[in-house]
């Protein structure tokens, strides 16, 4: 089991930047794949970045490809986000999460440890 804590939300400017951290409790965090995601309100929780357990593979959706940058630090057990040239549509609250095994996940359900949460607002 691991438990997730997220930090680094809050108020920023349109084309300004944010760095999210995830710290993991546990033994096992390298055999996990990482993922960032996001909902917004009235909207479906998803994906914004994942992390393969050696940090070697990474996806990124189309909304954020080229502005989001998901990196691991397995002797630390932590996993963040740097997120660039933020836009109010990525207003939303992030959730780190974390996928038992070896395989790139992408979808909701296949996460099996969710963070509380940090709100990131982006004013236009």
């Known amino acids: 089991q691991v438990q997730l804590v997220e930090s680094g939300g809050g108020l920023v400017q349109a084309g300004g930047s944010l760095r999210l951290s995830c710290a993991a409790s546990g033994r096992t965090f390298s055999r996990y794949t990482m993922g960032w995601f996001r909902q917004a309100p009235g909207k479906e929780r998803e994906i914004v970045a994942a992390?393969?357990?050696?940090?070697?593979?990474?996806y990124y959706p189309d909304s954020v490809k080229g502005r989001a940058t998901i990196s691991r630090d397995n002797a630390k057990n932590t996993v963040t986000l740097q997120m660039n040239s933020l836009k109010p549509e990525d207003t939303a609250v992030y959730y780190c999460?974390?996928?038992w095994g070896y395989g790139l996940n992408i979808r909701v359900e296949e996460y099996d440890y969710w963070g509380q949460g940090t709100q990131v607002t982006v004013s236009s």
């Open positions: 999460a974390a996928d």
């Open positions: 992390v393969s357990w050696s940090g070697g593979s990474t």
